[in-house]
């Protein structure tokens, strides 16, 4: 059973930038392709981008690309998702998640809001 905690979420102006961490527990991290999602309100949850467990094969939303960067270090269980030039359509609960790929995830994180004001 792997245990994921995100942190990192907040409050920022449009154009701003914020780092979200997902700490891992409970298995071989590297093993596990990581994710991060996102659900906005009255929106269903959707795919933001997605690291494999190297780290060497990355794949992100055409939404994101080029403003946001998924990143992992192995040695410390951690899995980030860098967010640059961010904007008011980017405001939802981001969840990390892990899985044996990006569409087949089996474990979710509680969540963290990111809030992008106007």
């Known amino acids: 059973q792997v245990q994921l905690v995100e942190s990192g979420g907040g409050l920022v102006q449009a154009g701003g930038s914020l780092r979200l961490s997902c700490a891992a527990s409970?298995?071989?991290?590297?093993?596990?392709?990581m994710g991060w999602f996102r659900q906005a309100p009255g929106k269903e949850r959707e795919f933001v981008a997605a690291?494999?467990?190297?780290?060497?094969?990355?794949r992100y939303a055409d939404s994101v690309k080029g403003r946001f960067t998924i990143s992992r270090e192995n040695t410390e269980n951690t899995v980030f998702l860098q967010m640059n030039s961010l904007k008011p359509e980017d405001t939802a609960v981001y969840y990390c998640?892990?899985?044996?790929?990006?569409?087949?995830?089996?474990?979710w994180g509680q969540g963290t809001q990111v809030t992008v004001s106007s």
């Open positions: 690291i494999s467990g190297s780290g060497v094969a990355t």
């Open positions: 409970g298995g071989i991290f590297s093993r596990y392709t």
């Open positions: 998640a892990a899985g044996s790929s990006s569409v087949i995830m089996n474990y």
